[in-house]
Structure formats: C-alpha cells, structure tokens
C-alpha cells in the first residue's frame, strides 16, 4: 500500500529565507506525486505535480521540488519565503494498482515570521 | 475557471440528525471524492465515485454514505450525525485519468453536538 511521511508538522522560517518541507513516499509502482497547499478557511489547491516526466519540477508561486528515486522523496522548495506563504501544505501519492486514490501526508503547517 | 462548490461553508447539527453535504463541479469531471480532514490526520476518504451512480468506499467510510444521481453532482450524507463526525468536509473531483489533477472545494466545517 502507498504512504506518505510529512516530516515536521510545523515547520518555522523567516521572511526571505529557504522553505524546505519534507516529503517521503512508499509505492509499489512508479508514483505520481502532489504537492497542495490550503490557505486559512480554504480548501485545496495544487502547487505543483510529477508524472514521470523532468524530475525537477517547478510549480506556482515559486516553489519547485524534485523527485528522488534512491531516497522515495519528492522535498518542496522555495529560495526565500513570503509573509503570504503561510500555510498548511500536504503532500501526496498515487499510481498504485486499482482506482489509483490519492493518498496524503499528514501536513505540515508553514509559519512565516517577519 | 475550475470549479468546485459546497453547499454549505459552516454547519451545525445535533446529535442524531441526518445531514446532507453537496458538491457540485462544473468541469464535466467523471471521479469525485469526499474526503474528511482532522489535525494532525491530514485528509481521509470517505467514499468516491468514478462515475455517474457508481460509488465505492474509501478508507473511513462507517457512518456515510453517498449518492451520484447526475455526472456535476455528488452528495454525503450522515445517516444519523454522531459528535465524532465534527470535521471539516472537502470535495474533490478530477478527470478519469489519475495523473490529473483533483480540483477542490472550499469545504464545509461541521459541528455536530
């Protein structure tokens, strides 16, 4: 069965510094992989994706992430963090057998202090 | 645009009552999900659907159920609501193929006492 370990429920940096958030994976198949981000009150909305193509993949907002087969992980990055960043982030993973359900992490919380 | 509503932003039920929660889509998407989200669990499936009057359990699915009469249309209802479903509800849809991606809703926040 696939999995997903978001590594730090909360994760703090200051305005202008690297975001780094962790994401490991566990799949039987080749995986797809999602970064969402969901904003106070909101639902979810995709900040980027990996579909076997480039493994470095960049998204919205200036974030980016690359795929790490020796190591199952998919971290996502942003060189220099904005007050507006502040946000709850999940990653998640598909492509295994059947419907192929998207399975998330359990989140991490990005506090952005000024 | 792509869009996903709720019928409900805020919700508050007693104990024992049944409530409905709709999703509507307007992409035209044949899979929806209804997940449920709690701290520090991230997001659980409930129940989805790959299709018009087809549906099928997720991981937490004791206590819903579901219906898909119309392609844009998917509703969860709570048969009879219990305080341990006070949860944020989020719907979600996407095209068959699964490498697409899930568009959600801005869910619907219930509190049941």
């Known amino acids: 069965a696939q999995s997903v370990t978001q590594l730090g429920s909360h994760v703090s940096v200051s305005e202008g510094a690297l975001v780094l958030l962790r994401c490991n994976y566990s799949?039987?198949?080749?995986?797809?992989l999602f970064w969402y981000v969901q904003y106070p009150n909101q639902g979810l909305q995709l900040l980027l994706k990996?579909?076997?193509?480039?493994?470095l993949v960049k998204g919205i907002n200036g974030f980016e992430a690359e795929f790490k087969k020796s190591e199952t992980s998919f971290h996502l990055t942003k060189p220099s963090a904005h007050m507006s960043d502040a946000a709850e982030y999940f990653c998640?993973?598909?492509?295994?057998?059947?419907?192929?359900?998207?399975?998330f992490g359990t989140g991490t919380r990005l506090l952005v202090s000024p | 645009d792509v869009k996903v509503t709720q019928s409900s932003r805020y919700l508050v039920k007693r104990t024992g009552e049944k409530v409905f929660l709709e999703c509507v889509q307007d992409m035209d998407h044949e899979n929806m999900f209804w997940y449920r989200q709690d701290p520090g669990l991230g997001l659980r499936l409930i129940y989805f659907?790959?299709?018009?009057?087809?549906?099928e359990k997720g991981d937490i699915p004791e206590g819903y159920s579901v219906s898909r009469e119309k392609k844009e249309r998917f509703s969860l209802i709570l048969e009879s609501a219990s305080t341990n479903q006070t949860s944020m509800y989020l719907c979600?849809?996407?095209?068959?193929?699964?490498?697409?991606?899930?568009?959600f809703g801005p869910g619907t926040r219930l509190l049941v006492l």
């Open positions: 990996y579909t076997s193509a480039a493994t």
């Open positions: 659907s790959y299709d018009v009057k087809m549906k």
């Open positions: 799949s039987s198949v080749p995986p797809y």
């Open positions: 998640a993973v598909s492509g295994d057998t059947g419907f192929q359900k998207l399975v």
């Open positions: 979600a849809s996407r095209n068959r193929n699964h490498q697409e991606t899930q568009y």
